[in-house]
């Protein structure tokens, strides 16, 4: 495996495999519990889960617990304050909703994470300085953000956010914005992993990419949409079938000619343009082409490059036989 795939999937992304919950989990679902039984009880594997009514201050945990996970739409509004300092990771998810402020979390923590289905909307401004790696994508969080930690190597940052990014550390090696209208600009010099959600194909080409970019991730604004929609409520066929006439009447193919010349991996997420791509650059490995009828192989030109190209059956949509995923592999 290149290094550079290491990093990717083991280094970037490791915080998953902590947080997740096993069936066997007991979450602590209202204050009662507490009184009731011993909190240890519900410590596993150095995790514990709060869920639906629990709703209180948190400076009792055992000195074993490591992570703190709110699940199944439970609401949190006391204090974070005074947490021990063996907290690594603290995690909104599963619809929680984070009410309070963070601004006094323990110098330990390591992950903070509130993703796409929960809430919260307060000031990211004075978070510890050995926070690694951040997950911003709640579903109202829009609040500057002008002073995060210097040692940040993680960054996730929801649709909702429409404020400048031109303030984030130079530490940052992987960066995600899911705001089509956000300004690439000005980005931190040392981003290798760039994952972006576009709506226009012209103001793509402005953008400064960072200088040391290895691997580019695009995905239609239109698609991300629909993954959305699909994700977060039930969507009428109607709708569907309206959705899929707008979409497929947009087919003008899309020439990419913009790519830094440090890119080694480019994977395109797209629901109904055609993409060809001239100018790759010499330290490209791989492009992946996903979605139906993203790849205009006709019209790109591979001449002085030697390469493989792989046509694999999209699975989302297994009854088409004409919407296939496109790979092309770069050898020397």
């Known amino acids: 495996m290149y290094i550079l795939e290491y990093i990717y999937k083991y280094l970037i992304f490791p915080m998953y495999a902590f947080y997740s919950q096993n069936n066997?989990?007991?979450p602590i679902h209202n204050n009662e519990i507490i009184k009731e039984k011993k909190i240890t009880d519900y410590v596993d594997n150095k995790k514990i889960y709060f869920a639906e009514s629990f709703n209180m201050d948190i400076d009792f945990l055992p000195n074993n617990v490591e992570?703190?996970?709110f699940v199944n739409e439970c609401v949190f509004t006391c204090s974070l304050n005074y947490l021990t300092e063996n907290i690594k990771g603290i995690v909104f998810t599963d619809y929680s909703a984070c009410e309070t402020t963070i601004d006094n979390l323990p110098s330990s923590l390591i992950y903070l994470i509130f993703d796409s289905s929960c809430e919260f909307n307060n000031s990211v401004d004075s978070l510890p300085q050995n926070?690694?790696?951040?997950?911003?994508?709640?579903?109202?969080?829009?609040?500057?953000?002008?002073?995060?930690?210097?040692?940040?190597?993680?960054l996730k940052l929801g649709k909702k956010i429409s404020q400048p990014i031109d303030k984030l550390p130079a530490s940052l090696i992987y960066l995600e914005i899911k705001n089509s209208e956000t300004n690439l600009n000005n980005l931190p010099q040392n981003i290798k992993f760039l994952n972006i959600v576009y709506s226009?194909?012209?103001k793509m080409k402005s953008f400064e990419y960072p200088p040391k970019l290895k691997r580019l991730t695009i995905m239609d604004y239109r698609l991300f949409?629909?993954?959305?929609k699909k994700k977060n409520t039930n969507v009428g066929n109607n709708k569907d079938a309206n959705t899929n006439a707008n979409a497929n009447a947009d087919t003008n193919a899309v020439h990419i000619d913009f790519l830094p010349s440090s890119l080694k991996y480019?994977?395109?997420?797209?629901v109904d343009y055609k993409y060809s791509i001239s100018s790759i650059p010499k330290l490209m490995r791989q492009i992946k082409f996903i979605g139906p009828n993203s790849f205009d192989y006709s019209s790109c030109d591979f001449s002085d490059r030697k390469c493989i190209l792989t046509s694999i059956p999209n699975t989302s949509d297994p009854s088409s036989s004409d919407n296939y995923d496109f790979t092309v592999d770069f050898y020397k």
């Not at 926070?131 to 993680?154: G, T, W």
């Not at 949409?225 to 959305?228: A, T, W």
Request: charged share 20%; proline share 5%.
């Open 200 to 202: 226009n194909h012209e």
């Open 67 to 69: 992570w703190i996970i």
């Open 131 to 154: 926070l690694q790696y951040f997950e911003l994508e709640s579903l109202n969080f829009n609040q500057p953000i002008r002073n995060l930690p210097m040692n940040l190597i993680s």
């Open 225 to 228: 949409k629909k993954q959305q």
């Open 24 to 26: 066997d989990t007991k």
């Open 266 to 270: 480019l994977e395109i997420n797209s």
